[in-house]
């Protein structure tokens, strides 16, 4: 039955000690999305199920799906197809991160009180931008912006265009094959956004099993994890309005980064959740 696999589930996650920060918060939450996804039940319908006869294959299934995850550490995420943001559901697999970013979390508040007017938006830059998740939620929040979204891995935008055609956004977000700035339209932009790579040469042999099966090129940020938060800061000045904004998430990497803005001559806000910080610069402090 259900209730049997997700006990053994739960056992077998705890026991291999995963790493859950990818989308779920603990064993159990996982075992249940895994399971449901698996057997195709609809996620809000554990209990009805949790004592149903399962057949010999669908038995079969799930274990499977519990292998994969415990001894390969494939991310829940690249086994399902598909990983939340915010309300937002998007398809995701090996070619891309899986989506995460605490950018997404300010979004829906329009970067108050930084973004005075959300209407007025009409140019944005995401550079970085993976599976496209976050230039989807910054179509959605900016109703008058259209979205320019960068990313340099053909693979990656392959999984982004398969999400922008699915919230039927091909006519607010062009996605560009572009090594940051290189290949971005010579005009200004209101926002520039981004959850680039950051990640420290030190810092990378040490992150979970789960984050070898992502791409490492968006994960690896050189020495100390600025090498594109450094060229991304450098070039923005330059596609900015006025009063334009540039926002960089950084993660847990606040002393390297607040380093590399010191030794850059910048002053910056920051806005955080625990160890989730985005640095925000004005044009006019870059
Ligand atoms: N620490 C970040 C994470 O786990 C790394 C992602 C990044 O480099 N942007 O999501």
């Not at 590399?260 to 625990?274: K, N, P, R, V």
Request: aromatic share 8%.
């Amino acid at each position: 039955t259900p209730r049997d696999l997700l006990r053994y589930a739960v056992t077998r996650f705890n026991t291999a000690k995963l790493f859950f920060g990818h989308g779920s918060v603990e064993a159990i939450d996982e075992a249940a999305y895994l399971i449901l996804h698996t057997l195709r039940l609809p996620l809000d319908k554990l209990d009805p199920f949790l004592d149903a006869r399962l057949l010999p294959d669908e038995v079969q299934a799930v274990l499977d799906v519990i292998e994969r995850r415990t001894v390969q550490r494939v991310p829940a995420a690249y086994i399902t197809k598909e990983a939340w943001l915010g309300t937002y559901n998007f398809y995701v697999d090996e070619r891309a991160l899986v989506p995460r970013s605490f950018i997404a979390e300010l979004i829906p508040q329009y970067f108050s009180p930084w973004v005075a007017d959300p209407d007025e938006v009409t140019e944005v830059l995401e550079l970085c931008t993976g599976s496209g998740c976050l230039a989807i939620m910054m179509a959605d929040a900016f109703p008058n912006a259209h979205v320019d979204a960068v990313d340099i891995s053909r693979d990656a935008l392959d999984v982004a265009r398969r999400n922008v055609d699915t919230y039927e956004l091909q006519d607010r977000v062009t996605l560009i094959e572009s090594d940051l700035y290189q290949n971005v339209p010579k005009k200004k932009y209101d926002i520039i956004v981004t959850n680039p790579p950051y990640v420290n040469s030190a810092s990378m042999g040490k992150l979970p099993p789960e984050y070898l099966a992502e791409p490492q090129l968006a994960l690896a940020g050189g020495v100390d994890g600025m090498d594109l938060v450094r060229r991304i800061v450098k070039g923005a000045a330059d596609l900015l309005t006025d009063d334009g904004l540039l926002i960089v998430e950084i993660g847990n990497e606040r002393e390297y980064a607040e380093k590399a803005f010191g030794d850059m001559g910048l002053t910056w806000l920051t806005t955080s959740a625990g160890d989730d910080m985005v640095f925000l610069l004005t044009a006019d402090q870059l």
